[in-house]
């Protein structure tokens, strides 16, 4: 009688191998899912396929070596992976970074910042099925990205950030065209508020779909925008500010329920907020130096360790550092927020319906590769 | 049946014939048409560089695919998996029969012409079925699964909302219900709701956007066809243009009045007129397709099931009603 259960139980039961190659499960993830139907009785990501060794290479290599491959773990943030780096051997070290850099930096940060949104507002989107509005964020975001290039030379992975300040100074063509994307964002959100926000489809796929309340945001160590959307307040920039975000006026924008579509309001404003944040940066722009004079080349800081926190675009981010004394650090431990944030799938999926697992995955926005690093 | 001459058949074959050679033509236009719509929509031009502004790029991605190996998996039922491609685009051709592209251009004009139509059309979700089976792959057989149970929950709507139609002017052969309303209004006015629930039915039997779940790309990687390669799912692409087509024809010969210019026509002969109305309607279909996002599974059943068939049964027995006392 026994035997005959487990056979009708493994007939009903079947897995599916969502992944590593399947077009929505942004780069190379791999979700094992048990299917009762089209409903998932069990999910269990799978990590480890974009595995380089970034870790091991920190260590292997000088402060000033490990720079490049910074903006490569989170290939969507390189400009606030880099921007953390920096500030975590500064502050290991001590330098002095100029008024005029800080304020660079931040801007350059936000930029990174609103383009990895609306990558993710594309590509979310489009995991739903519609598929105009990734283009539309494609083209917003080809904006953000020839105005990164103008100043640090690369599109994706721009190492721009250097200990005591940045690569090269902004100019006034920088300046307008920052100006100008921030002009032509005020009415796109408008658009994007009608063609997507209102959508009643959009909204019935979204509403109460993957619901991560505070406790299970709180056990995976969950950060960013998706803890945010349950509505903890919890933002690095603000909790322990960094640069001169402390001077700045933004909001730290909160959901209620912790469901997709809180997640998605989130992002959206956050776009807005940094928006903001760039729009006061520019106003408050000091002159001066782009970069510290007197910054050693060979960088061998004391012996000791440093955790810094920063604003990552999918939440918490930090780099753990430890110095023996030598020129490269002893340890070079990344805390990265994709990991809690993907995690929580094994609590949040089962029960819910195929399509809806893409759905939720695609709206915790995780980066894999970042995961693996 | 004994008045089925050889001339018959002779109509019959021919017009099968021709119905092939547009058919095809009318999947590789609508193929370019969509691609540019999408781009248009998208603030992209579309295809460009095969033939003037993209027109031949769907005949070069065509040869492309007729050269390219049809992989039978290992794993698959093959006959069945070679079958069905071929079966989901023979029931297609058979709605060309009854179609009337103008007052006399039908090839057969038979007195059952909209029965006819809809009892083939349903013969394509057996052949989806066929193909996601016999393909052996899990995301196939999900997708012929979902297939399946939305053809089966949006043909009901379909046919009662054709029903008020086929009521109210009391045929159930084409051309009469195209006469009925030259004499009369067309039928959208008249019955504004089956109108609509006929439109968004047969989006979702053409499995088209925001109803494409069985093909949902970004959920099944492309769900029933993930198999298929070359022209097998050449096959099957091409089916859902014509599929899109027939539908919209079937909506202009209901709905809009079929051949039937307004003011007198124009001077314009009804033909043009079936074809433009029939091409604006999946104008309006690609339109949606590449506005909305994709609807769920769950969300798409109770649609049917709660919202449209009641509401189409309620639309028939009113219909039913006022065709009693008005007669």
Known sequence: ?????????SQRVFSLNLGPQHPSTHGVLRVLLDLDGEYIVKADPVIGYGHRGHEKMGENRQY?????NTSRMDYLSGMLFNHGFVLAVEKLVGIEVPERAKYIRVIASELNRISSHLLWFGTYLLDLGGFTPFLYTFDDREQILDILDSVSGSRLTYSYCRFGGVTSDIDSK???????????????????????SKNIIFIHRTRGVGVIDRELARQYGVTGPNLRACGVGFDVRRSEPYEVY???DFEVPTGSKGDALDRYLVRFSEMQQSCRIIDQALEHLPGGEFIAKKVPQKLAPPKGELYFAFESARGLCAYYLVSDGGPDPYRCHIRVPSFGN???LNDVLPGTLVADSISILGSIDVVIPEIDR | MSEITSSDWFRVILGLLIAMGFSQLNALFLVWLERKVAGHIQLRPGPMEVGPHGLLQTIADGIKLMGKELIVPLTADKKLFVLAPVLVFTPVLIGFLVLPFGPNMVIRDINLGVLLIFAFSTFTVLAILAGGWASNNKYALLGAIRSVAQNVAYEIPLLLAVLSVVLMVNSLRFSEIVIWQQNHFWS???QPVAGLIYLISATAETNRAPFDIPEAESELVAGFHTEYSGMGFGLFFLAEYTNMFIVSAVATGLFFGGWDGPFGGLGIPGVFWFLFKTYALIFIIMWVRWTFPRVRFDQLMNFSWKVLIPLSLANLVLTAVIVKFVR
């Open chain 1, 64 to 68: 000033k070596q490990f720079l490049p």
């Open chain 1, 246 to 248: 402390d001077r700045l």
């Open chain 1, 342 to 344: 993907l995690n929580v």
């Open chain 1, 174 to 196: 920088f300046i307008d065209m920052t100006r100008a994307f921030l002009k032509r964002m005020e009415s796109r959100w408008t658009d994007y508020d009608k063609l997507v």
């Open chain 2, 188 to 190: 959208i006015f008249l």
């Open chain 1, 1 to 9: 009688m026994a035997e005959q259960d487990i056979t009708q139980a």
